[in-house]
């Protein structure tokens, strides 16, 4: 009976990835499908932040990059309960966090605001799950 609860547990939390990573690729599929600031003439309007500023394409492009292969690699590390997965996905989210606030302005449109924050909503209870929450004790690191 217990052993059918943390089974379910797992596969909770490993549902709440999936999820997360679903959200993730609506969340840059759709503005990169209907392009709404090329059609709205937003562009001009928008502030580029200091990342446009100071970096060129070719560092951004390495930035990009880099984030998201500490993205897939934290996911896939906790999807699998890899308790250094934890530490990296930490990593990962505070990273993401100074990029955005140092990126500029971005818009949400009407079906991307929903959409985003239930991705937001999905990060904070992983974040919560592995260190607080009933998932902690499968990323406790054993030391001899």
């Known amino acids: 009976m217990l052993n059918e609860i943390e089974n379910f547990n797992k596969l909770v939390f490993r549902r709440l990835i999936l999820l997360l990573v679903f959200l993730s690729i609506l969340t840059t599929l759709i503005p990169t499908l209907f392009n709404f600031e090329k059609y709205y003439g937003l562009s ?3 502030n580029q932040g200091f990342i446009e500023i100071y970096l060129n394409n ?3 492009l390495y930035l ?3 984030m ?3 993205s897939l690699m934290s996911i896939i590390l906790i999807y699998f309960f890899v308790p250094i997965g934890r530490l990296i996905f930490l990593v990962y989210m505070i990273l993401n966090f100074i990029i955005i606030m140092i990126s500029g ?3 949400n449109y009407g079906i ?3 959409i985003d924050w239930i991705k937001n909503v999905c990060e904070a209870l992983i974040l919560y799950f592995m260190f607080l929450g ?3 004790k499968y990323f406790e690191t ?3």
């Open 44 to 46: 001009r309007f928008i």
């Open 58 to 60: 070719t560092l951004e």
């Open 64 to 66: 990009t990059l880099f």
């Open 68 to 70: 998201s292969f500490l």
């Open 105 to 107: 302005d971005t818009v």
């Open 112 to 114: 991307l605001f929903p």
């Open 134 to 136: 009933p998932y902690k």
């Open 142 to 144: 054993k030391i001899l």
